[in-house]
């Protein structure tokens, strides 16, 4: 039940049904999903490990809000795994995953511009899970979606979104990477799916520039 609590209230954070800075009452909580509070405080507290809320003292549990230090430091951790993620992919990549992930690719992009932004979500979460697939590491993958996880918290406090042409493009050349062994291409589609989401945090947070220069030339 723990697990079950957990995936709802993580799915809303990442959706913006809660947004950052929201109050958490583990007693609503629990009657809305028909649960005790016993798993509910579990799912929380997990929630709280992985630094999407935020417990404060005798005031209350909150979603947690980006800050200039977060993006920055989980972007600079993200593109250095994703580095890693692009040229494992590329090595480890089968053939019968390959064709799995062009199918999944024809059919998302004839269904993409119908699709509600929950279930636009959740093809992109299916796009990283194609690379971590194809990667072949299942501990690169825990580590990756954790930091996804972060990042879409404070994507979420964008009122912008990439465009489903830049979307599908980075899928479809993703694709094209693996199919052609092109490590270096893989990589760099990877760090523009990040990056480009970082930038529009930047308009809409206005910080002060955030340069990843260092770590787009490596």
């Known amino acids: ?8 209230l993580l799915e809303r954070i990442l959706l913006g049904e809660y947004l950052p800075g929201a109050s958490l009452l583990e007693k609503e909580i629990a009657k809305d999903l ?19 809320v935020e417990v404060i003292p005798r005031g209350g549990i909150f979603v947690a809000e980006a800050s200039i230090n977060m993006i920055r430091g989980v972007t600079e951790v993200r593109l250095i795994l994703e580095d890693y993620l692009g040229r494992l992919a590329v090595e480890r990549c089968t053939e019968e995953l390959l064709a799995e992930f062009q199918a999944w690719l024809e059919k998302s992009e004839a269904s993409w511009g119908r699709l509600t932004p929950k279930e636009r979500k959740r093809r992109d979460g ?3 899970r194609f690379m971590y697939r194809a990667a072949g590491n299942e501990t690169l ?6 930091l996804r996880n972060q990042g879409v918290l404070f994507w979420g406090q964008s ?11 980075d899928f479809k050349e993703a694709y094209d990477a693996l199919k052609e062994r092109d490590a ?8 523009r ?12 947070m206005k910080p002060e520039a955030l340069e990843f220069a260092a770590l787009q030339e490596r």
Do not use: W
Request: contains cysteine.
């Open 1 to 8: 039940m723990a697990q079950q609590a957990y995936e709802i």
């Open 141 to 146: 993958a825990r580590h990756l979606t954790l």
């Open 184 to 191: 270096e291409r893989c990589v760099r589609v990877l760090r």
């Open 126 to 128: 299916d796009f990283h």
């Open 193 to 204: 799916h990040v990056l480009d989401n970082v930038e529009l945090i930047q308009k809409f």
């Open 159 to 169: 009122l912008e979104r990439p465009s489903l042409a830049e979307i599908i493009g």
């Open 34 to 52: 028909n649960l005790s509070r016993t798993p509910v405080r579990e799912a929380l507290l997990r929630l709280k490990l992985e630094g999407l």
